[in-house]
């Protein structure tokens, strides 16, 4: 795949999306030189799923200045000490023991840790995030943490659904919430959530093309 690919792919995503709108570049599954090439077209906010990759990747990247780390996949809280301080923002918060670990682990750097909770907002059985139920509690209980500020909501809608009803369902929490961010929107279907109102898309397979496998 050639930089010049992966540059028609980002410019084509970005004259999608408005001003206002953040757009994360999913490089789970891709190596440091497709994330490279992206850089110098311009991208800054760069999304990972697993912390083992992106401590490789970061640390084959760490000449770039300005690149802004966003975990965006499952966090156990053994985990959190290596992205202390490092990744911009986590999204997938779904649980007041991963919150107080974030916290711990911030603080111990001085800094404050940006997260958003991830909503479950089909209610899936299999699918990780807070049930929605449970999210004002959850997000009250994270915002009385030291070293850590809830920015926002996240969610990924039902594969097999119309994700439109799920992103607006995350927008009237978000609002009757205060909070502000709103992490929304992948390859597929990120026009319907910048309409719905998203702040944050997260697009991977649109910029970098299909992921290699997981050994």
Not at 81 to 110: C, F, N, P, S
């Amino acid at each position: 795949m050639t930089g010049t690919g992966i540059a028609a792919r980002l410019a084509r995503v970005r004259a999608g999306i408005p001003a206002g709108v953040d757009l994360v570049a999913v490089s789970k599954g891709h190596p440091a030189a497709a994330i490279r090439e992206a850089y110098g077209a311009g991208q800054r906010a760069f999304g990972e799923n697993y912390v083992q990759e992106w401590r490789e990747k970061a640390e084959a990247l760490a000449d770039l200045p300005d690149l802004a780390w966003h975990f965006v996949g499952g966090l156990q809280t053994n985990k959190v000490k290596y992205l202390a301080g490092r990744v911009a923002l986590v999204h997938t918060v779904d649980r007041e023991e991963l919150g107080r670990e974030i916290a711990r682990r911030w603080g111990q750097h001085a800094a404050t840790a940006r997260v958003l909770v991830e909503v479950n907002v089909g209610r899936e059985p299999a699918k990780a995030g807070c049930d929605p139920d449970g999210v004002p509690a959850l997000v009250a209980a994270l915002g009385a943490l030291p070293s850590l500020e809830v920015a926002g909501l996240m969610c990924i809608p039902p594969a097999e659904s119309d994700p439109r009803p799920f992103f607006d369902t995350l927008r009237e929490m978000r609002d009757r919430l205060g909070l502000r961010e709103l992490s929304m929107g992948m390859s597929g279907d990120y026009a319907a959530a910048i309409e719905a109102g998203a702040t944050i898309v997260r697009v991977g397979t649109a910029i970098f093309g299909e992921r290699r496998p997981r050994p």
